[in-house]
C-alpha cells in the first residue's frame, strides 16, 4: 500500500499563473481532505471531497481556489492566478471511512512557492 | 467555532525526563488524534482516541483523553533526542463531523 500520494511535492509558480495540485489516496479510501499549513503554524482545513461531491468547502477562499475529485484519477487542488500568500504546504489526507475510526493519513505535502 | 489550544507551545527539556503536553478544546468531540511532524516533512499519526477514558501507550509517549474536560494529554517518559519534532493535536467537531481542527503545535527539543 502506497499511502496517500501526492504531487509535485515541490511547486514553483509566478505570480498570476496556474498551480494544479494532485492526491490519490490510500487504496480503498474514498474521503480526500485538502489542507493547507503556513510556516510555523497548524494545518488549517480547506476542502472535504468524496468521489464525484464536495461535502465540505467551508475553509476554501471564496475566488481563485477550486477542487474536485473525480471518479477516476486523483483529487486536484487548483488555484488561479496565485499571489504570494498561496505560498504554503498543501497536505492532502485521506480515511478509510467518514468518522475516522482508522485516524486520518496524510500525503507528503506539496510545498507551493509564488515568486 | 471548534478552537483547539495547545500548551506549551516551545518546549526545551532534557534527555531523560518526563513531561506532558495539553491539548483543550472548546466544543463536544468524542475524536481526537495525535500527530508528529518533523521539519520539512508530513504528519505521521501517533495516537487515535474515540472515546471518553481512552488512554494510549506507544514507546516513550501515552496519550489520553478526558470528553468531560475536553482535555486530552501528550505525556513523554525519559525523553530522547529522537522525540523532538514538533506534535499536533487534531479534533473532529460533535460526533458525526469529519474535519480535523488542528491545535497550533508544540515544539519539542529534546537537548541531550
Known amino acids: 500500500n502506497a499511502g496517500v500520494m501526492q504531487n509535485p511535492r515541490h511547486l514553483v509558480r509566478r505570480r498570476g499563473q496556474e498551480a494544479r495540485l494532485r492526491c490519490s489516496p490510500m487504496?480503498?479510501?474514498?474521503?480526500v481532505y485538502w489542507y493547507r499549513q503556513l510556516p510555523e503554524e497548524g494545518l488549517k482545513f480547506m476542502v472535504y471531497l468524496q468521489k464525484e461531491n464536495i461535502i465540505d468547502e467551508s475553509g476554501m477562499p471564496k475566488e481563485r481556489f477550486s477542487a474536485e475529485f473525480p471518479k477516476e484519477g486523483p483529487s486536484i487542488l487548483r488555484i488561479q492566478q496565485v499571489v504570494r500568500g498561496d505560498s504554503a504546504a498543501y497536505f492532502c489526507?485521506?480515511?478509510?471511512?467518514?468518522?475516522?475510526?482508522?485516524?486520518?493519513?496524510f500525503g507528503s505535502g506539496t510545498r507551493l512557492t509564488v515568486v | 467555532e471548534l478552537k483547539v489550544e495547545q500548551n506549551p507551545l516551545f518546549l526545551s527539556m532534557q534527555e531523560g525526563k518526563n513531561y506532558t503536553i495539553y491539548c483543550n478544546y472548546s466544543?463536544?468531540?468524542?475524536?481526537l488524534y495525535w500527530y508528529r511532524q518533523d521539519p520539512g516533512k508530513s504528519l505521521e499519526s501517533l495516537f487515535v482516541l474515540l472515546s471518553n477514558g481512552a488512554v494510549k501507550q506507544e514507546g516513550r509517549l501515552m496519550a489520553s483523553l478526558d470528553t468531560k474536560a475536553r482535555l486530552s494529554t501528550l505525556h513523554i517518559t525519559a525523553a530522547v533526542h529522537d522525540l523532538s519534532a514538533t506534535y499536533f493535536c487534531?479534533?473532529?467537531?460533535?460526533?458525526?463531523?469529519?474535519?480535523?481542527?488542528f491545535g497550533e503545535g508544540t515544539q519539542l527539543t529534546v537537548n541531550p
Open positions: 487504496k480503498g479510501h474514498s474521503h
Open positions: 466544543t463536544t468531540s468524542d475524536r
Open positions: 487534531a479534533v473532529v467537531q460533535g460526533t458525526s463531523g469529519s474535519r480535523l481542527t
Open positions: 489526507a485521506s480515511t478509510l471511512d467518514i468518522i475516522g475510526s482508522r485516524g486520518y493519513t
